[in-house]
């Protein structure tokens, strides 16, 4: 699946700044591969109702081009939450390039895979391919919807603010007693070293969980000491 990306990978922080600069307008750009780095290719919005779509200006789209090879597709929704509506992840699925979308005054991301990826051996790509996307995915094999969940863009911020431990009930999961033991299918929230959940894992019998750690690729790892003790919560689908 190639490199993972950090994080606070910083074309994701240029492209919530031309969204915040467009608004109330929809801003719209691509991401492009150059010299080794992603980066941020803002485009104009030529669309007559830039306020609700965008239409990237293909003289802007051309450029990008010639600059690297084209990655991603980045728009924002000025006056929604990132989430992707039903017309995103169509348009999205037609082609061969993921979107991005912005939400600026929440300051938040979500990625849509233009195609589906197997669950292991993904790259780190922070609201396109992470732990709740793996999560997301791994149910989705299981028949099971789980929504698409904004992601704070600022590290910092995120660490401050995690939503992880604020979502998982309204996604239909309850919290196990302590004296349930894990079944297959299972989801885990675990605080990897820090004093908040912020990473969930998936148990898949046999001691094993799969998950998708930062910087890394998506694998299965023997649920051992220490992911137990960052354990902080242990979650069975119940809806």
Not at 192 to 207: C, D, E, S, T, V
Request: aromatic share 12%; with cysteine.
């Amino acid at each position: 699946m190639g490199l993972a990306f950090a994080l606070t990978e910083k074309w994701k922080s240029d492209a919530l700044r031309a969204a915040k600069e467009a608004y109330p307008k929809e801003s719209c750009g691509l991401v492009v591969y150059r010299k080794g780095l992603r980066i941020y290719w803002p485009c104009k919005n030529i669309s007559k109702k830039a306020v609700e779509h965008f239409h990237i200006d293909p003289f802007n789209y051309a450029e990008a081009e010639d600059a690297g090879t084209i990655v991603g597709v980045v728009h924002s929704h000025p006056n929604e939450t990132a989430v992707p509506s039903d017309f995103d992840i169509e348009e999205c699925k037609r082609g061969d390039l993921p979107w991005y979308v912005i939400d600026p005054l929440e300051e938040t991301i979500v990625g849509i895979a233009c195609s589906d990826v197997p669950l292991l051996g993904r790259s780190w790509d922070w609201g396109l391919y992470d732990c709740g996307s793996l999560v997301r995915d791994y149910f989705k094999t299981k028949n099971i919807p789980i929504p698409y969940y904004p992601r704070i863009i600022d590290e910092k911020k995120f660490y401050r603010d995690c939503p992880v431990d604020k979502v998982w009930s309204t996604f239909g999961f309850r919290e196990l007693e302590e004296d349930e033991s894990l079944r297959e299918n299972d989801m885990l929230l675990m605080g990897m070293g820090k004093n908040i959940p912020y990473h969930a894992g998936i148990y898949i019998g046999g001691q094993k969980i799969l998950h998708h750690s930062e910087f890394s690729l998506s694998t299965e790892d023997t649920y051992g000491r220490y992911l137990i003790e960052s354990t902080v919560r242990r979650l069975r689908y119940a809806s």
